[in-house]
């Protein structure tokens, strides 16, 4: 408590004012001093109100002022909470101020801690990667909630802060979350949810959402639950597309059983089938033995008897002769057919392949077989050299010697036969687009067999290596029709390929592609 009396304001002051003038302050010449003497520092702000009282009007009060004083060998901020009320002398005119005051320094300063506490929370929240909202009391009444909470909800802040929450959301009550939150309110336990549905009215519509969250008990100073805070992550989309990807998952889980099961009968099919092909496979090589001997038997004995008509009885014979001539080269023919069927047949069902063979030598010893021919003939032969393959070399073998004697048979009359075997490398990916190998690799030897004789046209290529197609009469080139079809055989028993070019009178070139084995 504190007093200015008479005309000069001296001022007088009780035990309770004293702490307030500091350690080291205006105590104790302040005592009996004039007011304007002992507070310069804060005259012009208090004298107004002074004079107010004491020229007879309201009394004054005022809280948590600021009103800077000289203490403690310093100006300090000081608060104050205070009242001037006029006091009366004997004649009952107004003579002093009556000051009751009560410092405030302390809780103003707390309070403004708190302010600025309150204030970085609020800020750190607004900040947060997360949504983030309080709800307060028993209502759950929002009174925090950052961006991201109020894009989630689909509301402004106008439209829920100091609104209860399913008030303010009132499609989100009887989910579930009422039960939720008044458990953590009155049990102080924190509740964790993971990708838990929540339907809300977004964009105009209800949508259903799905989320990660966790409500926790928000506390007072005092210890005592105020309130509830909530932090949660929006999972729509991640929850919808893991959804998206399960409902695939089961379709490929059923397409795949179906699938094993098609398979399985497939599997079923293709071993009945090639328990069919395995019979047919044994039909055929009975036939073959039928066709190498019971066959051929009758047709050595119709040349062998035609020969002993002829030396024995050509004179009676007379022009019947050339009927017997014709009847044995029918039936050399005949035999020639049967020999080749046979060799197709067996290429057709020999597919065993495994050994390196040398093409160099593989192609000497066809040159062997052909000698006689290629003595008569005069024919010059270039061979370059040749790689070594994965192999049959039977198979091979029957390869080159058809294309080397083709080459001899389809000779001009009037040149010497100019026969080159020559080979190179070629990566799978620079093959001609019309080479289709029957087997994958990264590259391909490419040997070529190129002579100068009659040629054909290039329109043929195709039909050349189909069996018993002839581009030529058999009256003016012998042959069966069927060796460029075991040499196309051949190279697909090989995984490779084979093709020609050529042009009427410009010789052929026989190309075949074998697989290079890394």
Known sequence: MFLWWGPELIQFYNDA??????????????????????????????????????????????????????????????????GYSAVKDESGQPAGVLVICVETTQAVMNRKKLETSEARFRS????????????????????????????????????????????????????????????????????VAHELPATLERNGRLEQTYIDFVYDPYYEADGATSGVIVLCVEITQSVLARKVLEESESRYRVLSAQLEQQVQQRTQQLQASVQELECSNENLQKFAYVASHDLQEPLRKIQLFGDILKSQY??????????????????????????????????????????????????????????????????????????????????????????????????????????????????????????????LASAYYRIEIADNGIGFDDRYVDRIFEVFQRLHGKNQFAGTGIGLAICEKVVTNHGGAITASSRPGQGATFSVYLPLET
């Open 17 to 82: 004012y004293r702490p307030s003038l500091g350690n080291d302050g205006k105590h104790p010449t302040a005592l009996g001093q004039k007011g304007a003497d002992c507070w310069p520092e804060i005259w012009p702000t208090i004298k107004p109100l002074i004079d107010q009282v004491l020229g007879g009007g309201e009394a004054v009060w005022n809280e948590d002022q600021l009103i800077p004083i000289n203490r403690n060998g310093k100006l300090e901020d000081v608060y104050w909470t205070f």
């Open 314 to 439: 050509q004179e009676k014979l007379g022009s019947g002769v050339d009927y017997l001539e014709r009847m044995q080269l029918a039936a050399n023919r005949m035999s020639l057919l049967i020999r080749d069927l046979l060799n197709y047949s067996r290429i057709s069902t020999q597919r065993d392949i495994g050994v390196f063979v040398p093409l160099q030598e593989i192609v000497s010893r066809a040159i062997t077989d052909l000698e006689l021919v290629i003595d008569e003939t005069g024919a010059q032969v270039n061979i370059e050299p040749l790689p070594t393959v994965s192999g049959n070399p039977l198979q091979l073998g029957q390869l080159f010697l058809n294309l080397l004697s083709n080459a001899l048979k389809f000779r001009q009359p009037d040149r010497i036969p100019q026969i080159a075997i020559r080979s190179v490398m070629v990566a799978a990916e620079d093959l001609p687009p019309s080479v289709k190998p029957t087997r």
């Open 124 to 191: 750190i929240v607004e900040q947060a990667p997360l949504a983030v909202a309080l709800f307060s009391g028993p209502e759950f009444v929002i009174t925090l909630a950052n961006e991201r909470v109020l894009t989630f909800w689909g509301r402004n802040r106008e439209q829920v802060i100091n609104k209860p929450l399913f008030e303010a959301l009132p499609e989100a009550r009887d989910q579930g979350y009422e039960a939720l939150l008044q458990r953590v309110y009155t049990t102080g336990e924190r509740f």
